[in-house]
């Protein structure tokens, strides 16, 4: 099984940077987080859980939405099964709560029903 837990959330000013962190903890016998292709996700109130971003296993091939394209890096350690979201220039259509997720497919996609396991969501409100 997956577990990820992620922080760094909270409330901005429009302008400001934050870094989400997702901290995996993997207990299956066969696969370790470095072996997850990893996405964000965010979902505001009444609206649908929109795609951000995503990353290959190796950290080597990106995608964003774009939306955040320019303004948003995904990153992740391998060595401390850890993934991360840093948001600069925020903007308040960035408020939603934000989840990360993983992936057991070799290829980035962006569809939430394609990711295995999500997180619990950490909330970011950007004021304007």
Known sequence: QVQLVESGGGLVQAGDSLRLSCTA????FSRTFSSYNMGWFRQAPGKEREFVATITYTGGSRRYADSVKGRFTISRD???STGY???????????AVYYCAADSAYVLRTTPDNYNFWG?????????
């Not at 903890?25 to 299956?28: A, H, K, V, W």
């Not at 979201?85 to 408020?95: A, F, H």
């Not at 619990?120 to 304007?128: F, I, N, Y």
Request: aromatic content about 0%; overall charge positive.
């Open 120 to 128: 619990q969501g950490t909330q970011v409100t950007v004021s304007s």
């Open 78 to 80: 391998n060595a401390k």
């Open 25 to 28: 903890s993997i207990r299956t």
């Open 85 to 95: 979201l840093l948001m600069n220039s925020l903007k308040p259509e960035d408020t």
